[in-house]
C-alpha cells in the first residue's frame, strides 16, 4: 500500500478514554489508594451493574474474552470428546475457545448476506457427538437466537452465545445476555465496551453456571484453599472493573452514536454499483460494533480508501478452517464458500462513537470516488 498517513481512523480508542478520563483517573486512583486489587467490591458491583445492564441474572468477570468461551463451555461440561457447532465466519477466537475445552470446533456456514450462523445448515451437522452450539452476534447484529434456541432444545444441546460483539445489542426486545444457557463477553479495549486492557465476562440465568465459571477461573475454588476441580487463574481485576463501570453508564449513548454513523453510511452510500451494505434484520437492535460492506474488488477499494487517509481492516482475512492453527482439522478451500468468499470480499469502514461527521463525510466521498 501506498504510504499516505492515516487521517481517517478506523476507530479512535484515545477520543473515548479523553470524554471519561476525569471519571476512569478516579476510578482507578480509588482501586490504587484502597490496597485491595483482586476479588473486591469494585468487581462485585461491576457484575451487579453488568447483569442488570444484560437482563441476566448473573454476571461473573473473567481475564478475557477467549477465557469467557472456555470457562462457560467447560461450566457446561463440555470436554475432550465432544462437538460444539460455530460459524465458519467468525474472529478465531471462537474456534479457539471451543478447542481449548478439548472439544471440537465444527464449522456452520452463514446465511450469505446477513453473515449470522445459518439455523437452516445446523442441524446437517449434529452428530452424536454434538454438545453444544456457539452462536457469534457478528459485527454487533444478534443471530437468530429463536431458531438456534428451538434446535438444541429439540436436540438435547447447549447455547454459549459469543457476544463479544454486542454489548447492548438486543435480540426479540430484550437485551443480549441471557437467551442462551451462558453469554461470552470480551472487553478488549477495541469492543463496544471497552477496559483499559484485557478482561471478559460471562452472563447466565443459571447460578449453578454462574458458580461454577466463577471457581473455574479461580482455581477451581469456591472456598480459599478448597479445590473441587482444575480450574485455572482467569479473573477481572478491581481496576478494569471499576474503569469499566464509568465506560458501562456511557454504553448505551455510544452505541446510539454508533447507529447514527451507520444510518449516514446506509443512505449515502446506497446505489453505489458493486458495494453491498449491511442487512439489518427485523426483531433485532444493531450496535453496530462494526460496519462491514461487500464489494469483489474489496483489495482495489481499500487501497482507494487508504490513498485517502482512510484506514479500513478486513474482518476476518483468513477463516479458521483455512488456519494453520486448525490444519489438524483437514479442511481444505471450499469446505466453506461462504466463509471463504466474505474472507475476499469483506471490508470494515471507519466505525465507531467518535467519528466526526466530516470525517464520515470523507469516507463516503471516497466510497463514491471508487471507479475501478
Ligand atoms: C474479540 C472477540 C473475542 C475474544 O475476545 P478477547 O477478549 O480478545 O479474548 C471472541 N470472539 C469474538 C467474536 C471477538 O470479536
Given at each position: 500500500?501506498?504510504?499516505?498517513?492515516?487521517?481517517?481512523?478506523?476507530?479512535?480508542?484515545?477520543?473515548?478514554?479523553q470524554?471519561?478520563?476525569?471519571?476512569?483517573?478516579?476510578?482507578?486512583?480509588?482501586?490504587?489508594?484502597?490496597?485491595?486489587?483482586?476479588?473486591?467490591?469494585?468487581?462485585?458491583?461491576?457484575?451487579?451493574?453488568?447483569?442488570?445492564?444484560?437482563?441476566?441474572?448473573?454476571?461473573?468477570?473473567?481475564?478475557n474474552?477467549?477465557?469467557?468461551?472456555?470457562?462457560?463451555?467447560?461450566?457446561?461440561g463440555?470436554?475432550?470428546?465432544?462437538?460444539?457447532?460455530?460459524?465458519?465466519?467468525?474472529?478465531?477466537?471462537?474456534?479457539?475457545?471451543?478447542?481449548?475445552?478439548?472439544?471440537?470446533?465444527?464449522?456452520?456456514?452463514?446465511?450469505?448476506?446477513?453473515?449470522?450462523?445459518?439455523?437452516?445448515r445446523?442441524?446437517?451437522?449434529?452428530?452424536?457427538?454434538?454438545?453444544?452450539?456457539?452462536?457469534?452476534?457478528?459485527?454487533g447484529?444478534?443471530?437468530?437466537?429463536?431458531a438456534?434456541?428451538?434446535?438444541?432444545?429439540?436436540?438435547?444441546?447447549?447455547?454459549?452465545?459469543?457476544a463479544?460483539?454486542?454489548?447492548?445489542?438486543?435480540?426479540?426486545?430484550?437485551?443480549?445476555?441471557?437467551?442462551?444457557?451462558?453469554?461470552?463477553?470480551?472487553?478488549?479495549?477495541?469492543?463496544?465496551l471497552g477496559?483499559?486492557?484485557?478482561?471478559?465476562?460471562?452472563?447466565?440465568?443459571?447460578a449453578?453456571?454462574?458458580?461454577?465459571?466463577?471457581?473455574?477461573?479461580?482455581y477451581?475454588?469456591?472456598?480459599k484453599?478448597?479445590?473441587?476441580?482444575?480450574?485455572?487463574?482467569?479473573?477481572?481485576?478491581?481496576?478494569?472493573?471499576?474503569?469499566?463501570?464509568?465506560?458501562?453508564?456511557y454504553?448505551?449513548?455510544w452505541?446510539?452514536?454508533?447507529?447514527?454513523?451507520?444510518?449516514?453510511?446506509?443512505?449515502?452510500?446506497?446505489?453505489?454499483?458493486?458495494?453491498?451494505?449491511?442487512?439489518?434484520?427485523?426483531?433485532?437492535?444493531?450496535?453496530?460494533?462494526?460496519?462491514?460492506?461487500?464489494?469483489?474488488?474489496?483489495?482495489?477499494?481499500?487501497?482507494?480508501?487508504?490513498?485517502?487517509?482512510?484506514?479500513?481492516?478486513?474482518?476476518?482475512?483468513?477463516?479458521?478452517?483455512?488456519s494453520?492453527?486448525?490444519?489438524?482439522?483437514?479442511?481444505?478451500?471450499?469446505?466453506?464458500?461462504?466463509?471463504?468468499?466474505?474472507?475476499?470480499?469483506?471490508?470494515?469502514?471507519?466505525?465507531?462513537?467518535?467519528?466526526?461527521?466530516?470525517?464520515?463525510t470523507?469516507?463516503?466521498?471516497?466510497?463514491?470516488?471508487?471507479?475501478?
Amino acid at each position: 500500500m501506498t504510504d499516505v498517513s492515516v487521517t481517517v481512523p478506523f476507530l479512535d480508542v484515545l477520543a473515548a478514554t479523553q470524554e471519561l478520563e476525569t471519571q476512569v483517573l478516579e476510578a482507578v486512583e480509588r482501586v490504587v489508594r484502597s490496597g485491595w486489587y483482586l476479588l473486591g467490591d469494585e468487581l462485585a458491583a461491576f457484575e451487579r451493574e453488568f447483569a442488570t445492564f444484560t437482563n441476566a441474572k448473573h454476571a461473573v468477570g473473567v481475564g478475557n474474552g477467549l477465557d469467557a468461551i472456555v470457562l462457560a463451555l467447560q461450566a457446561l461440561g463440555i470436554g475432550p470428546g465432544d462437538e460444539v457447532l460455530v460459524p465458519s465466519n467468525t474472529f478465531i477466537a471462537t474456534w479457539l475457545g471451543v478447542a481449548r475445552t478439548g472439544a471440537i470446533p465444527v464449522g456452520v456456514e452463514p446465511i450469505d448476506g446477513e453473515w449470522n450462523i445459518d439455523p437452516d445448515r445446523l442441524e446437517a451437522a449434529i452428530t452424536s457427538r454434538t454438545r453444544a452450539i456457539v452462536p457469534v452476534h457478528l459485527y454487533g447484529q444478534p443471530a437468530d437466537l429463536k431458531a438456534v434456541l428451538s434446535i438444541a432444545e429439540r436436540q438435547g444441546l447447549v447455547v454459549v452465545e459469543d457476544a463479544a460483539q454486542a454489548h447492548g445489542a438486543s435480540y426479540a426486545d430484550r437485551r443480549i445476555g441471557s437467551h442462551g444457557h451462558a453469554v461470552a463477553w470480551s472487553f478488549y479495549p477495541g469492543k463496544n465496551l471497552g477496559a483499559f486492557g484485557d478482561g471478559g465476562a460471562v452472563t447466565t440465568n443459571d447460578a449453578n453456571i454462574a458458580d461454577r465459571v466463577r471457581a473455574l477461573g479461580n482455581y477451581g475454588s469456591s472456598k480459599k484453599y478448597l479445590h473441587d476441580f482444575a480450574g485455572t487463574n482467569s479473573r477481572l481485576d478491581e481496576i478494569q472493573a471499576a474503569a469499566l463501570r464509568v465506560k458501562l453508564r456511557y454504553l448505551d449513548s455510544w452505541n446510539a452514536r454508533r447507529r447514527i454513523v451507520a444510518e449516514r453510511y446506509t443512505q449515502e452510500l446506497a446505489g453505489i454499483p458493486g458495494l453491498s451494505l449491511p442487512r439489518m434484520l427485523p426483531g433485532r437492535e444493531h450496535v453496530w460494533h462494526l460496519y462491514v460492506v461487500d464489494h469483489e474488488l474489496r483489495d482495489q477499494l481499500q487501497q482507494h480508501l487508504a490513498t485517502r487517509g482512510i484506514q479500513t481492516l478486513v474482518h476476518y482475512p483468513i477463516p479458521p478452517h483455512l488456519s494453520g492453527a486448525f490444519a489438524s482439522l483437514g479442511l481444505v478451500e471450499g469446505a466453506f464458500p461462504i466463509a471463504e468468499r466474505a474472507a475476499r470480499t469483506h471490508l470494515s469502514l471507519p466505525m465507531g462513537p467518535h467519528l466526526s461527521g466530516q470525517h464520515i463525510t470523507r469516507v463516503i466521498d471516497a466510497c463514491r470516488s471508487f471507479r475501478p
